[in-house]
């Protein structure tokens, strides 16, 4: 039997359980969404990535109810959602601090929003009890919050947010107060509570790491609008814009004019410089201004001249030595710098390339993308 | 080491023993004593030429005379009972008053608070006393309020507030008001906002919300409040002296007339101890639940 893979939104006869249409937010003269449409899939955990300041906090406060959109509807399962206050939606949240009630215990905090449904006390406590469990908090339900670790907090907002059984989870930074450590483990832990508890999750984050790692679908944002939607893989491997592949991950971009032949693209970058030759499904008019992106580890860093599409010659400037990786800056004959990273399979004492070294940087025709824009 | 922490705690503890615990004791032993006509008119006097016979035959005298006394006249517990009741009333309406105040403080513009705090403080700028004499003129039958009040029409004939329990009440109730702000603002300012709108998403309605998170969380401004008004309010003579009538009657006010007209120290003396354990009592008790509850969190 074939295992099925997730992606509701390549099939056309699947409902999105949250869309965004033509939604507009404007705080005075500000404009913090732009006419932002989105398609968000039941069981997704779908992030919205960018920098601070790019409207993704006010995509969430939107979806629970704090803040009202200027022009354009917002549906949950078809139904705008509009006119429903906070209180009333069946969306929870996961705050960026937290917000645990401080006068209260883990287990009153979890109980919350049971109560407010009121619900019978049996039905509390056994529901209370299965977050608990499914947190790993069993042992602190008596104490405060202020009497619980940072990452113990983190688990306790989950297990609040998650008690009532929402159709949508929002999580704003949710690991945003954690150390790194904490955090990878916590990721793994989210995405194993999503898949366990079945949860649209929506997680806000500036994180493009965290993003990657927990999401099935990653929104890129700049400046109120959402740049690219996909899945992490395409997000990293072909990003449409340069903005999305500078944002995420380490890339090398070189501008230059494109020349097409086929799927070919000749691209002239610099003067008595040999062309990049790069693949394409797009087209671009003749000595049309395009960029060329690449990441690090898909350039090959050699002593002696390799034979490839591409081969560039240049000088080590840098070697940024991170343990697993090491990333070479590498100074190409017209000041341009490239960035090659290689795996450090060998110790230390075994590399062969160092500083001022004359190297030969390759890689394949299909290494890279190209970019309009 | 020792010493010096030592040090820093024995500043205030002799402050206090010195302005507070031996004056206590003072006071204590000439509610104990008997009066005379003497200067100070009272006795015993502690003679110690007359070495240990002395101190014994001083000790000997003294005696609950005065305590038995308050018991037999029924104007010290109506006057004790009227002062509580003034008090507390006084203080639930400051509450009432002083809370929405303090709520509108702490959520008004950053850039607004402080002058709103200045605001409060400022009457405190001018004296007291002129502060309720001022009110004395505002209240009067041809105050600025019957004024303004039949000049608007609502009413044809004066209000006789001044002289009456109503003006004790707004002088008591105006001039305490910024104790109630104060500690219940800086209790409210320390809130997080997002905990209302994590109440809010967890089902609250906006009401629920407060009931349920700030008003908790501000439980320790509104004890602290309420403290800072019911003690100095229940042992208020100015106030009840200057806005009061002659059916007004709170314990400072009898014990101003033990004292000063009456000349009768020992029975003021007594009165004094009275009112100082009405009032210490429940907040001994008060501390000790909050001490227990806090240990039982652990």
């Known amino acids: 039997m074939s295992q099925k893979v997730f992606a509701p939104w390549e099939d056309a006869t699947e409902k999105p359980l949250i869309q965004f249409k033509g939604v507009t937010k404007k705080f005075g003269d500000f404009v913090a969404i732009d006419n932002l449409s989105l398609d968000i899939y039941q069981k997704e955990f779908f992030a919205l990535l960018g920098p601070s300041g790019c409207g993704k906090t006010t995509m969430m406060r939107m979806l629970a109810g704090f803040e009202a959109p200027t022009h354009g509807t917002i549906l949950l399962a078809g139904q705008d959602i509009a006119p429903v206050p906070p209180n009333k939606r069946a969306v929870n949240m996961m705050f960026q601090s937290y917000a645990l009630f401080p006068h209260l215990s883990v287990w009153d905090n979890i109980a919350f929003g049971l109560r407010r449904e009121g619900q019978d006390k049996d039905a509390i406590a056994a529901r209370v009890e299965e977050m608990l469990r499914l947190t790993r908090l069993s042992k602190f339900a008596k104490r405060k919050p202020h009497q619980i670790s940072g990452g113990q907090r983190q688990r306790v907002a989950l297990a609040r947010s998650l008690a009532k059984a929402p159709k949508l989870l929002l999580l704003d930074e949710p690991l945003g107060a954690l150390d790194a450590k904490l955090r990878q483990d916590t990721q793994f832990e989210l995405m194993d509570i999503q898949e366990k508890t079945g949860t649209t999750f929506v997680i806000v984050t500036h994180d493009q790491e965290e993003a990657m790692t927990v999401a099935s679908r990653v929104a890129v944002m700049d400046e109120g609008r959402v740049i690219q939607v996909a899945t992490p893989s395409v997000i990293y491997e072909a990003p449409e814009t340069v903005y999305v592949a500078d944002f995420i991950g380490d890339v090398n971009i070189i501008q230059g004019r494109a020349s097409q032949d086929a799927d070919k693209v000749r691209i002239d970058w610099a003067e008595g410089q040999p062309p990049i030759i790069g693949t394409t499904q797009k087209t671009f008019s003749p000595s049309q201004t395009c960029h060329f992106a690449i990441r690090p580890e898909k350039v090959a860093i050699s002593t002696e001249q390799p034979e490839a599409p591409n081969v560039l010659q240049g000088r080590v400037i840098d070697i940024a030595y991170l343990g697993n990786l090491s990333t070479y800056h590498v100074e190409l004959p017209d000041g341009t710098m490239m960035k090659a990273q290689t795996a450090n399979t060998r110790r230390l004492s075994r590399r062969d390339i160092t500083w001022e070294d004359n190297v030969w940087l390759s890689f394949t025709d299909t290494a890279g993308v190209l970019l309009e824009r | ?298």
């Open chain 2, 1 to 298: 080491m020792n010493l010096r922490r030592f040090a820093l705690i024995a500043v205030p503890y002799i402050w206090l023993l010195a302005l507070f615990l031996v004056p206590f004791l003072i006071v204590l032993k000439i509610s104990l004593s008997d009066i005379a006509l003497a200067r100070p008119p009272y006795m015993p006097q502690l003679d110690l030429s007359a070495g240990w016979e002395g101190i014994t035959s001083f000790f000997a005298a003294l005696d609950f005379e005065n305590f038995v006394f308050l018991t037999t006249d029924d104007l010290y517990w109506r006057a004790y009972l009227s002062s509580l009741q003034i008090a507390a009333l006084s203080t639930f309406i400051t509450l009432c008053i002083g809370y929405p105040i303090a709520y509108g403080m702490a959520r008004a513009p950053l850039e607004w608070r402080a002058t709103l705090l200045m605001l409060v403080i400022l009457p405190f700028w001018t004296s007291f006393l002129i502060r309720v004499y001022a009110w004395m003129g505002i209240l009067s039958n041809e105050g600025l309020l019957n004024q303004f009040l039949m000049w608007t029409g609502l009413i044809s004939a004066p209000l006789t507030i001044l002289n009456t329990n109503t003006a004790v009440y707004i002088g008591i109730v105006y001039t305490y008001l910024p104790f109630m702000i104060l500690p219940i603002y800086a209790a409210l300012e320390k809130m997080d906002e997002s905990l209302l709108e994590a109440a809010e998403d967890l089902g609250c309605s906006r009401i629920q919300a407060f009931w349920l998170v700030t008003i908790p969380l501000s439980r320790n401004g509104i004890i602290a409040g309420c403290f800072l008004v019911f003690i100095p309010a229940i042992g208020e003579f100015v106030i009840p002296s200057l806005l009061g009538g002659s059916g007004t009657l709170m314990i400072g006010k009898v014990l101003w007339e033990e004292f000063f007209s009456n000349r009768d120290w020992p029975v003021a003396s007594a009165v004094a101890i009275i009112l100082l354990l009405i009032l210490i009592i429940p907040i001994i008790l008060f501390q000790r639940n909050e001490q227990k509850a806090r240990e039982a969190e652990g």
